[in-house]
């Protein structure tokens, strides 16, 4: 538990602000922990569908004793829970506003056992400690509930500004399998966006995330023509030998000086070592920096799977062989596009004046829904969650006192937004 003098707000803030930072305090305890234990203690593996519409039904309860409007949007395949965005009383269906982005879905099949939120002993005594363990805690249940106390706090603390409040939260069900059914909600939502704060888990020493890689997935698929390889070698058609092209002329687009990547991970291919292959296949995962550099893995791949062999001379029956290619981008990359910094400076005097740290976070491997916005050139933000670590990982943790900080800084933020901006 987060002390009192850890707690207390700068002299240099203003009495709005102050009265903001003690509505997220007052609350902390007896209302935003038992909710991230609530969400936490229910169980959302992306895949089990039922169970991820229950934890996304806590958020919409929070949601509407703030007086939100929801728009749920269905995956038209039945595979993932309900999308969701919601508003603000002041935000009409067709108004521009600010965004506040996170998902309900996690990595942790209930099969793990994985299953519930604990706290770490503390000074005031067994389970009053400052770490929270258990499903989501990082990634990223204690985001969504540093959005919806910092709107609690607003509402509660500035009514005036809570009225004038134009804002979105957008909430999906499967970021954590690439976001396949949520994306064209995002494609819907992003003219209407000035600009996007995601609540990822935070990153080390506080730093803010402004660029993340694109990530794409592909697929070659090989088909040959099987022979018994002592008798009638000559008339088959080597599906493995035409899969080994490929993989060396893939991984070859790798360019490290532009951070492109090409990763063969799987293959698998053959029947019994006395027979010709008649399939074969790989499975290769791409990440890069930018658009055009995604453009160009993907127009390269298909240019392989077009010729696999190029000038390399090769016996004229693996050119029989048909090749297809699957996938393509799952996730273009998150760039630093106008408005970014702006928005990074922005929030940054808010966490400062809270105590967190400051600055941009490296290039992050990773993805998220911020690419993408991004991509649909919506100014974006990241890692506005609480710090911690082990993300995808049942060692999983976070921090209460950096989440109620977190909470905090954007609470102010948000009075500020509906304030007309930066005064």
Known sequence: MPSTDDAEPPSTVS???????????????????PFLRSLVDTPSHTAARDDVEAAAKLVDAKAQQLGLAVERTPDPEQRFADH???????TEADARSLALVGHIDTVFPRSMGFLAMTRDDGPAGPGTGDIVRGPGTLDMKSGLSAVLFAMQAVRHAAPQQWE?????FLLNSDEEVGSPS?????ERVAPLLTGALVFEA???EDRIVTCRKGSARFEFVVEGRS???GNQHQEGVNAIAVLAHLVLRAEAITDYA???TVNVGIIEGGTAKNTVPDRARCVIDSRFLTVADAREVVAR????AADPFGDTPVEPRLREAKVVLVGGVARPPMEAIEGTQALRLRYERHAAATGLQVGEAPLQGGGSDANLLAALGVPCIDGLGPHGKFFHNPREWSSLSSLQRRTQALATLLAEEAAGGPQ
């Open 15 to 33: 009495p709005l602000q102050r009265s903001i930072y003690r509505a997220v305090e007052d609350a902390f305890e007896s209302e935003q922990v």
């Open 84 to 90: 969701r965005v919601f508003r603000t009383p002041a």
């Open 164 to 168: 004038r409040l134009r804002l979105r």
């Open 182 to 186: 949520s994306a064209p909600m995002f």
């Open 202 to 204: 935070g990153r080390t």
């Open 227 to 229: 022979a018994h390889a």
């Open 258 to 260: 532009r951070g492109v």
């Open 301 to 304: 791949m298909e240019a392989l």
